[in-house]
């Protein structure tokens, strides 16, 4: 069973920026696709950006594309996201999650392995 370590979540003002970083116990390279996913209360979770290896081929929901960027270093078995110009939309539970799919997917039902999630507040 993978151990996630999520961490960089928090308050933040409308405009401001935040880091997300997700360490898994295990080897990544192992698994082909890493992502990030957001779920608001009463609504299911949704895929926010995943990353393929090894071409580093992503994924980016609509309304986050040119605002947020992932990451992944394989070597440290991490993840990363860097969220910028952030919204009241953009709160939520943000989790990390990863897949064996050997193709590029971004979906929830696609995932083998989940994080606990890492809070995300964007208000004034």
């Known amino acids: 069973q993978l151990q996630f370590v999520e961490s960089g979540g928090g308050l933040v003002q409308p405009g401001g920026s935040l880091r997300l970083s997700c360490a898994i116990s295990?080897?990544?390279?192992?698994?082909?696709?890493i992502g990030w996913f957001r779920q608001v209360p009463g609504k299911e979770h949704e895929g926010v950006s995943c990353?393929?290896?090894?071409?580093?081929?992503?994924y980016y929901k609509t309304s986050v594309k040119g605002r947020f960027t992932i990451s992944r270093d394989n070597a440290k078995n991490s993840v990363y996201l860097q969220m910028n110009d952030l919204r009241p939309e953009d709160t939520g539970v943000y989790y990390c999650?990863?897949?064996?799919?050997?193709?590029?997917?971004?979906?929830?039902?696609?995932?083998?392995?989940w994080g606990k999630g890492t809070l995300v507040t964007v208000s004034s």
């Open positions: 999650a990863v897949s064996r799919q050997v193709y590029l997917t971004c979906d929830y039902y696609d995932m083998d392995y």
């Open positions: 295990q080897y990544t390279s192992d698994y082909y696709i």
């Open positions: 990353i393929g290896s090894p071409h580093g081929d992503t």
